[in-house]
């Protein structure tokens, strides 16, 4: 049993309440066709929510059965009935193989880490562990022994959740053949930390800094309980071990840069496990915005949320302040009443969006100029037709269209001065007839400054500034209202509009866009758009 004393009474209650909404589930049959549906429609969701459901009867069954005693039936039905999948993989990374169930993929990866540790700790009858124990040396084991996998050398989450996760297989149920394949699974994880630069932070957002970097950690610490190898104490693992301290804006409200969240739970133990380790430079956020889990079920956090945890660490009051990242090219400034991040970084990065020069403005109840984040993952999602989506493309960041033009490839250039973020986004605009264009943040106690140059060969160009929001704004006298912030433009004429944006599939129901336009007669022309707190003089910000 794994009772700790040091658990958080709200960690019980989640378990609970994650059993009650998994205990009536007796959908143990996968549905085929619903397997089917994504190579003929792209469609993952409906197969997913049935797989994931699955996972959360595991986890819940697991915990309950570790926590509590009993639940032994319960817990056997659910293996037996993941050990009888035609596969773990998911119908999104098979691909073309002949051979399904061989597929190693985050998912398939996970399974086998779920099920191998599980029937370490478990209670359970021994022809079962027998059984499972075969299933994962079938479908992980001599696969990754026989096999090369194009995640073996990725430089982001996949390297270090699937590397991970069979690195931890190993260890855990077979371990007497680890040391044959140590050294390359040694070389996976190198590659995925190669994938963060000196500043720790994580380009594929917030979530994915929790996912594989969070793998990562699990694979570590059991490594090092395994054979005293440590890949944690060093100085690159310790800037990681930051990231999600920096993006997080204001309480849960998260910089959800690329394919996240606009909110960012966190998990209790992997960052108990941090501040045990790198001390009081980690910084433990107010505990009632952990996230132990996700909709996923994944069993390696959850597990360590109750194992790591420690309820005796005290919350850290946020800080405020500028800082800025010169790898991942981000600025943030967290002021009292508000917080700021922009972006120069460039468009083809993991999980890339066009959205170079986009920027962030949130208060205590979230983002008002927004990020929307992710959006529904499809096959298109991921393919050709990626940039029609809005969530990936331009016109869903704050960020100017050019005579209807949006962003394409290409590198911007940063540079930061003081209370001033600049940004050369010439590189990533294909509007005829544009020699640059360059956008300036200006960022004070009231608010912050828009400042756009640009630079034509000859005028009549027509300028959308676009700022994007989940909440509906309010447009009067050429000004738009979002809660306590307003936004208004050095447009002579401002030509302001809103537009609720429909039909798209992501985080947010709702998305409203901004538009300030103008037509600019000559070849030069600054923009400015102020956004500024109501009660604040706008002459200061």
Same mark, same amino acid.
């Given at each position: 049993?794994?009772?700790?004393?040091?658990?958080?009474?709200?960690?019980? *209650?989640?378990?609970? @309440? $994650?059993? =009650?909404?998994?205990?009536?589930? %007796?959908?143990? #049959?996968?549905?085929?066709?619903?397997? !089917?549906?994504?190579?003929?429609?792209?469609?993952?969701?409906?197969?997913?929510?049935?797989?994931?459901?699955?996972?959360?009867?595991?986890?819940?069954?697991?915990?309950?059965?570790?926590?509590?005693?009993?639940?032994?039936?319960?817990?056997?039905?659910?293996?037996?009935?993941?050990?009888?999948?035609?596969?773990?993989?998911?119908?999104?990374?098979?691909?073309?193989?002949?051979?399904?169930?061989?597929?190693?993929?985050?998912?398939?990866? *996970?399974?086998?880490? @779920? $099920?191998? =540790?599980?029937?370490?700790?478990? %209670?359970?009858? #021994?022809?079962?562990?027998?059984?499972? !124990?075969?299933?994962?040396?079938?479908?992980?084991?001599?696969?990754?022994?026989?096999?090369?996998?194009?995640?073996?050398?990725?430089?982001?989450?996949?390297?270090?959740?699937?590397?991970?996760?069979?690195?931890?297989?190993?260890?855990?149920?077979?371990?007497?053949?680890?040391?044959?394949?140590?050294?390359?699974?040694?070389?996976?994880?190198?590659?995925?930390?190669?994938?963060?630069?000196?500043?720790?932070?994580?380009?594929?957002?917030?979530?994915?800094?929790?996912?594989?970097?969070?793998?990562?950690?699990?694979?570590?610490?059991?490594?090092?309980?395994?054979?005293?190898? !440590?890949?944690?104490?060093?100085?690159?693992?310790?800037?990681?071990?930051?990231?999600?301290?920096?993006?997080?804006?204001?309480?849960?409200?998260?910089?959800?840069?690329?394919?996240?969240?606009?909110?960012?739970?966190?998990?209790?133990?992997?960052?108990?496990?941090?501040?045990?380790?790198?001390?009081?430079?980690?910084?433990?956020?107010?505990?009632?915005?952990?996230?132990?889990?996700?909709?996923?079920?994944?069993?390696?956090?959850?597990?360590?949320?109750?194992?790591?945890?420690?309820?005796?660490?005290?919350?850290?009051?946020?800080?405020?302040?500028?800082?800025?990242?010169?790898?991942?090219?981000?600025?943030?400034?967290?002021?009292?009443?508000?917080?700021?991040?922009?972006?120069?970084?460039?468009?083809?990065?993991?999980?890339?969006?066009?959205?170079?020069?986009?920027?962030?403005?949130?208060?205590?109840?979230?983002?008002?100029?927004?990020?929307?984040?992710?959006?529904?993952?499809?096959?298109?999602?991921?393919?050709?037709?990626?940039?029609?989506?809005?969530?990936?493309?331009?016109?869903?960041?704050?960020?100017?269209?050019?005579?209807?033009?949006?962003?394409?490839?290409?590198?911007?250039?940063?540079?930061?001065?003081?209370?001033?973020?600049?940004?050369?986004?010439?590189?990533?605009?294909?509007?005829?007839?544009?020699?640059?264009?360059?956008?300036?943040?200006?960022?004070?106690?009231?608010?912050?400054?828009?400042?756009?140059?640009?630079?034509?060969?000859?005028?009549?160009?027509?300028?959308?500034?676009?700022?994007?929001?989940?909440?509906?704004?309010?447009?009067?006298?050429?000004?738009?209202?979002?809660?306590?912030?307003?936004?208004?433009?050095?447009?002579?004429?401002?030509?302001?509009?809103?537009?609720?944006?429909?039909?798209?599939?992501?985080?947010?129901?709702?998305?409203?866009?901004?538009?300030?336009?103008?037509?600019?007669?000559?070849?030069?022309?600054?923009?400015?758009?102020?956004?500024?707190?109501?009660?604040?003089?706008?002459?200061?910000?």
């Amino acid at each position: 049993m794994i009772i700790n004393k040091r658990l958080l009474p709200e960690q019980l *209650e989640d378990l609970r @309440a $994650l059993y =009650e909404r998994f205990k009536d589930f %007796d959908g143990y #049959e996968l549905n085929r066709d619903n397997f !089917n549906e994504f190579s003929l429609n792209g469609n993952r969701l409906n197969y997913e929510n049935e797989y994931f459901a699955r996972r959360g009867c595991l986890i819940s069954r697991a915990m309950m059965h570790l926590i509590y005693g009993g639940h032994k039936n319960e817990l056997e039905k659910i293996i037996s009935a993941i050990c009888d999948e035609f596969t773990w993989a998911l119908p999104a990374h098979i691909g073309d193989s002949k051979t399904p169930e061989t597929v190693i993929d985050l998912f398939s990866a *996970e399974t086998g880490q @779920a $099920l191998s =540790e599980i029937c370490s700790l478990a %209670d359970m009858d #021994e022809t079962l562990k027998q059984r499972v !124990n075969s299933e994962i040396e079938r479908r992980i084991i001599v696969p990754y022994e026989n096999n090369k996998f194009g995640w073996e050398a990725a430089n982001h989450n996949w390297a270090a959740v699937c590397g991970g996760c069979v690195g931890m297989t190993y260890m855990t149920a077979f371990a007497e053949r680890f040391p044959a394949v140590k050294s390359r699974l040694l070389k996976t994880m190198n590659c995925f930390l190669s994938g963060y630069g000196a500043d720790g932070i994580c380009l594929e957002g917030a979530d994915y800094w929790s996912y594989g970097f969070g793998y990562f950690l699990c694979f570590a610490e059991m490594l090092e309980r395994f054979d005293g190898t !440590n890949l944690i104490d060093n100085e690159k693992v310790r800037a990681i071990a930051k990231c999600r301290q920096h993006l997080s804006l204001r309480k849960n409200t998260a910089v959800s840069f690329s394919d996240c969240s606009l909110t960012a739970g966190f998990n209790f133990g992997y960052t108990c496990f941090l501040k045990a380790r790198f001390g009081s430079e980690i910084e433990m956020p107010d505990k009632k915005y952990r996230r132990d889990y996700d909709d996923c079920c994944r069993w390696a956090p959850y597990y360590r949320s109750f194992i790591w945890g420690n309820a005796e660490i005290k919350r850290d009051e946020p800080k405020t302040g500028k800082i800025y990242f010169p790898d991942a090219q981000w600025y943030i400034d967290r002021r009292e009443k508000f917080s700021f991040a922009a972006k120069a970084g460039n468009n083809y990065e993991p999980h890339n969006h066009n959205d170079a020069g986009a920027f962030i403005i949130a208060d205590d109840n979230g983002q008002l100029i927004c990020d929307p984040g992710a959006g529904e993952y499809t096959q298109d999602y991921f393919a050709e037709k990626r940039y029609t989506y809005f969530y990936t493309s331009s016109r869903g960041h704050s960020v100017p269209i050019i005579d209807g033009a949006e962003q394409g490839g290409g590198k911007s250039v940063p540079s930061v001065e003081n209370d001033l973020f600049k940004v050369d986004m010439t590189d990533v605009y294909r509007a005829e007839g544009l020699r640059n264009i360059k956008r300036l943040f200006s960022v004070s106690d009231g608010g912050v400054t828009i400042t756009d140059s640009f630079l034509f060969e000859k005028g009549g160009h027509k300028i959308t500034e676009r700022l994007v929001s989940p909440i509906k704004p309010e447009i009067t006298d050429g000004a738009a209202r979002i809660r306590d912030l307003t936004v208004r433009s050095d447009f002579a004429e401002p030509q302001v509009s809103a537009h609720e944006v429909k039909n798209h599939r992501g985080y947010l129901e709702t998305i409203y866009t901004i538009d300030f336009t103008v037509t600019l007669c000559g070849c030069a022309r600054d923009l400015t758009v102020d956004c500024f707190f109501e009660n604040e003089n706008k002459s200061d910000s």
